[in-house]
């Protein structure tokens, strides 16, 4: 059975980051056809409807249809602790991160949680992400388990910490990370729409064995991502030189024990050295941008006018709970902002590429989420773009159809989201 999804299309031909708004495309009167839970065709209404004439047919009027959005850095058992207040990275982690991971080793609490955080992803039209657990492998289970039962695309991994600057009750060991990280990959990887990533929490809370056990556990699996934390303020930078006093810099911590690579995500770099960035480029390594997280911990600002001409695939995060944000409308947002502290101003084609295909592409899965192409998967959101009256009132003054959506991105929250859409099902 075919379905037809009618509304304002926004489609990519292009990457928007690199080539600017005309590697986006937007169908005024356009159509979406999902059949098997793919996109079937795009184009349109008129075209559509008369190439479908039996196909069901839902109206969305002048909504816009988009991809799903893409989260490329999320710490779901932080979801509790969300707007928690701190001072300094290492300060939030000890005084709210840390005991709160603690507490996954429980079952029953990681399915809570893991139900709690899907619940509120999907309100916020984000359809696929890529996640840290926490060192007990039932925090992954209870995080696949669930994205599994909704039918979502999502990847996750185990977090490996076996330093003692993490604390006693959140330390594994070399041999645990590795060994508890192969049997999920065999349990988890490539079943159904999951994907394990193998998840060394940062440099400073492992040990060189840890890092070296690691290194060799992806080399057995290169199919699967590996995502870790990367320069993300300056005192943890600091922390590390003091912890590895031979490395070059914070990269060369992982570039020495095998982690650094085409499918490694490496989260907010933000205070990068010009090696660095060589050498995460000529790895073809992928950056996940945070900007809430980044503003809200007092991080820094992220270089995004420097690093995506640098040729580094670059994904949008909300980062939670480190991030104050479910929404990915809100990251836009932040990411504009953060952007414009930089002098440079990012288009709204930009930032909806960055949350969409942007993410898709850091995280490699870019021919099958991301975008509304013929053979995607059907995981889309349907976006009210006068979902308030302020959003309302402004969107009704503007000229062309990104002024008519810039507004929704600075202001949007869970509202605007009316519809979210699953390998084809509408599940909101």
Not at 154 to 159: E, F, I, L, N, P
Not at 208 to 216: C, D, F, K, T, V
Request: hydrophobic share 45%.
């Amino acid at each position: 059975m075919v379905e037809l999804l009618l509304g304002q299309v926004l489609r990519f031909t292009g990457d928007a980051l690199a080539e600017g708004p005309g590697a986006a495309q937007v169908i005024p009167g356009g159509a979406v056809a999902i059949e098997g839970g793919k996109i079937a065709a795009v184009g349109p209404a008129a075209d559509l409807r008369a190439r479908f004439p039996q196909a069901k047919v839902s109206d969305c009027g002048r909504a816009l249809i988009s991809a799903g959005f893409i989260d490329a850095h999320v710490h779901y058992p932080q979801t509790a602790i969300i707007a928690s207040w701190g001072k300094r990275l290492i300060d939030w982690l000890d005084s709210y991160t840390f005991p709160e991971e603690m507490r996954f080793s429980d079952p029953a609490y990681a399915q809570m949680i893991a139900r709690r955080y899907f619940d509120l992803a999907l309100a916020h039209g984000t359809t696929s992400m890529c996640s840290y657990g926490t060192i007990h492998p039932t925090s992954v289970t209870a995080f696949f388990a669930e994205a599994e039962r909704r039918g979502m695309r999502a990847m996750a991994g185990k977090t490996c910490m076996d330093r003692d600057t993490a604390p006693a009750g959140l330390r594994d060991t070399a041999r645990d990370a590795y060994d508890q990280s192969a049997a999920m990959i065999a349990d988890w990887h490539g079943r159904g729409r999951l994907s394990y990533v193998i998840t060394p929490r940062f440099s400073p809370t492992s040990t060189p064995e840890q890092l070296e056990a690691l290194g060799a556990l992806w080399a057995e699996h290169p199919e699967c991502l590996m995502q870790t934390h990367l320069s993300e303020q300056v005192d943890e930078i600091a922390w590390v030189k003091s912890l590895y006093p031979r490395a070059r810099d914070y990269l060369d911590t992982y570039e020495a024990f095998g982690l650094l690579g085409e499918n490694g995500i490496y989260g907010h770099a933000i205070h990068l050295e010009p090696r660095e960035i060589v050498r995460l480029r000529e790895a073809g390594a992928a950056l996940a941008h945070c900007p809430t997280s980044n503003t809200f911990i007092g991080s820094g600002l992220f270089d995004m006018a420097g690093l995506g001409p640098a040729g580094l695939r670059i994904g949008l995060a909300t980062d939670t709970g480190g991030g104050s944000s479910f929404s990915m409308l809100r990251t836009m947002a932040a990411a504009y902002e953060v952007a414009q502290l930089r002098h440079h101003a990012l288009h709204p084609a930009q930032l909806w590429w960055l949350a969409t295909q942007g993410s898709a592409r850091a995280l490699k899965i870019a021919d099958k989420v991301g975008n509304i192409a013929p053979g995607m998967e059907a995981d889309l959101v349907v976006i009210d773009l006068a979902s308030t009256p302020l959003i309302a009132q402004r969107s009704e003054r503007a000229e062309d159809i990104w002024e008519a959506i810039f507004p929704t991105i600075m202001m949007g929250d869970d509202r605007a989201v009316a519809q979210v859409w699953i390998g084809g099902r509408r599940v909101r």
